[in-house]
């Protein structure tokens, strides 16, 4: 009898367990006005979109693609995808050029940064699900024909996927 008891409550508190995990995945809301659907970068002459994608830098070293690329039209809005604390300006490049900025941004037990961003502002503030962060800069102007996007990485460096 106590063997089916101790079962029993083995069993509820798995269930239980599989429960409240299941309600807390966090997922993004859309980012970019033009796309509620958080359509991903496919592949096109600067590379894939996809968290993991193989890279060649100009120095010809091949790395991997550290985020995930949302396609996002140069000018857009971009919107925080849930509740979220600006934490401050992340850059991509060690060099300057038109599309170098972006932010850092914490929410949902989540710290994740977006690229190719000018922010309204980097940090001090907190944002609604849905608000204005800022715009998306003219990726064109580095590179003619990309499929511009927003750059959406982890703080961690692990594979966002997961959260769209």
Do not use: W
């Not at 970068?41 to 790395?63: E, H, I, N, T």
């Not at 300006?89 to 190719?116: H, Q, S, W």
């Amino acid at each position: 009898m106590r063997l089916y008891i101790l079962y029993a409550v083995l069993v509820l508190a798995v269930l239980q367990y599989s429960r409240s995990a299941g309600a807390t995945k966090v997922k993004f809301g859309t980012i970019c006005s033009g796309n509620p659907s958080n359509q991903r970068r496919r592949c096109d002459d600067y590379g894939c979109g996809a968290f993991g994608a193989s890279r060649k830098g100009k120095d010809g070293v091949k790395r991997e693609h550290a985020g995930l690329d949302i396609v996002c039209k140069d000018g857009s809005t971009i919107f925080a995808p849930f509740d979220v604390t600006l934490s401050g300006k992340a850059v991509p490049y060690r060099i300057n050029n038109a599309i170098n900025d972006g932010i850092t941004l914490k929410g949902e037990g989540l710290c994740f940064k977006l690229f190719y961003v000018k922010p309204d502002r980097y940090s001090g503030a907190t944002l609604k699900k849905g608000k204005k962060i800022g715009i998306l800069l003219p990726m064109q102007k580095v590179y003619p024909k990309i499929t511009s996007h927003v750059h959406v990485q982890m703080c961690d460096k692990s594979d966002p996927t997961k959260y769209f």
